[in-house]
């Protein structure tokens, strides 16, 4: 048997690969595509434009999410508050609450005593006067009615007072 010299070099182990250039490309398996949740990051500052009858739905409708509510910069210091207004069953009952109305009666009294009112105030008392009168008119009820008994009970002391008392004794 001949003599082998002893060498660095390994020989080859498994079957040698073709050439690259001669090497048939395998193909890939196809990308498939994934489904998406949601939408794509950045579109509630870029919304999509598809379609004009689309573009006008979507330019009426706000791409933010949350409330539209507008928030006041400057705090009042008093709340506003909508009282909610009295149903009245006649003209009758509404008249007795706005005579009986305490609000009301305070601040004729400060006009008779010619103390100023502010805005708010004479806004109310106005509003009030003015409905008052409409009830008196509906119902038929007349100040002249008042001014006459006034005068009659006027008319009433100018007979005490001009009746001579010697005629009795």
């Known amino acids: 048997m001949p003599r082998k010299k002893k060498s660095r070099k390994i020989g080859q182990i498994g079957t040698p690969l073709a050439p690259k250039t001669k090497r048939k490309s395998v193909p890939a398996a196809p990308k498939r595509n994934k489904k998406t949740l949601g939408k794509a990051s950045g579109s509630r500052n870029n919304p999509e434009q598809t379609s004009s009858s689309n573009q006008q739905k979507k330019a ?36 007795e609450s706005i005579e009986q109305n305490e609000r009301f009666g305070m601040l004729l009294e400060k006009l008779d005593a010619d103390q100023t009112l502010s805005k708010e105030e004479r806004a109310f008392v106005n509003r009030l006067t003015a409905r008052h009168q409409e009830l008196c008119e509906l119902l038929g009820i007349s100040n002249e009615e008042d001014q006459a008994a006034d005068s009659s009970e006027d008319d009433l002391y100018a007979q005490f007072e001009s009746i001579d008392i010697n005629k009795f004794k």
């Open 60 to 95: 009426l409708k706000d791409p933010r999410v949350g409330s539209k509510k507008p928030i006041p910069l400057i705090i009042d210091d008093k709340p506003k508050s909508k009282v909610a207004k009295p149903k009245y069953f006649s003209p009758a009952q509404e008249l």
